[in-house]
């Protein structure tokens, strides 16, 4: 029996990328690509264990508890111990819930007797099952995909829209320091980029926008893009929308160049947002100055603390 290590190699360290990606995305953890290419490429190094004589203590859960350690160590850091163990604790779940996804699809879809015969089991051909490999190459990307939307649909049902959150905006050499509050009919997106958008209210903070801005959003005169500085020019867009019982309208739109919001201590990024300039007044108490998308708080990114 011949055994192609490098492509085995090669599909374990795919799976670890997607999965500690995974891990990430639900921690709302904001790594760089290259600490989750390191620590897949160390996750992925274990298969190589199990053709060497320390197979018989590779395999041992002791050991492999500890190996995933050093994984989340590599791929996390170790800030601190409750972060450490959460990251950690989310790895194994993350990795129950493909896995365990994945082998019941397959389950579903295969006769005892062919799971026995080790569908997933190589071959003299090297490669494998033929039918395995490609349900793996082909079924973990979309139980990625699917366990990301779901772990996204339990992070909205947490969501919570009674309260008001500490936003920084920051747009050029702006920088509005406002109270947001998360919108849960807010469904307003660009529709070629699909990005949400934050809606902010101009008659509170237009004046530390440039006049050429405040006058292009009242006056709604595409002429006055003229105006507009060069720096924001190719920061602005429009954006068609539609409120109850009225027609389509537009509103303006500008790309920031960083978001953050603080919630409980904790610090976090969000990216991919556009913000609406609102001309209308969004609260008759003044208590918020924005209205946040319920997506961009799926999407938020943890920021680490020094």
């Not at 006056?219 to 009225?246: A, C, H, N």
Request: hydrophobic letters at 45%; proline letters at 4%; glycine letters at 6%.
């Amino acid at each position: 029996m011949q055994i192609y290590l490098d492509v085995v190699w090669l599909l374990n360290f795919l799976v670890d990328f997607m999965l500690l990606t995974l891990t990430a995305i639900v921690l709302k953890r904001d790594l760089r690509k290259f600490r989750l290419i390191v620590g897949a490429l160390f996750a992925s190094f274990y298969i190589f264990l199990l053709f060497t004589p320390l197979q018989d203590i590779a395999v041992n859960p002791l050991i492999k508890g500890i190996y995933s350690v050093f994984i989340i160590v590599i791929t996390f850091g170790f800030h601190r111990f409750r972060l450490f163990i959460q990251a950690w604790l989310m790895f194994y779940f993350v990795n129950f819930a493909v896995g365990g996804g994945l082998l019941g699809v397959h389950f579903f879809l295969q006769t005892d007797m062919d799971f026995i015969q080790g569908t997933f089991a190589t071959q003299t051909s090297g490669f494998g099952s033929p039918i395995s490999w490609a349900f793996v190459i082909i079924g973990l990307p979309i139980m990625y995909y699917y366990s990301k939307k779901r772990f996204e649909a339990i992070e909205t049902e947490k969501i919570r829209y009674d309260e008001v959150y500490d936003v920084k905006i920051i747009i050029n050499d702006i920088q509005l320091h406002l109270n947001g509050f998360v919108d849960s009919g807010n469904r307003l997106e660009d529709p070629f980029t699909r990005k949400p958008v934050v809606v902010i209210d101009m008659t509170e903070l237009g004046d530390q926008f440039p006049l050429s801005i405040q006058n292009l959003i009242k006056e709604q005169d595409l002429s006055k893009m003229e105006e507009v500085p060069s720096e924001y020019q190719s920061k602005i867009t429009l954006l068609p929308f539609r409120t109850v019982g009225e027609t389509n309208k537009f509103m303006w739109a500008v790309r920031p160049d960083s978001i953050t919001l603080y919630d409980q201590g904790e610090v976090f990024q969000c990216h991919s947002i556009l913000i609406g300039l609102s001309t209308s007044p969004l609260s008759d108490r003044n208590d918020y100055q924005c209205l946040l998308h319920p997506r961009m708080m799926q999407q938020k990114k943890k920021i680490a603390l020094a």
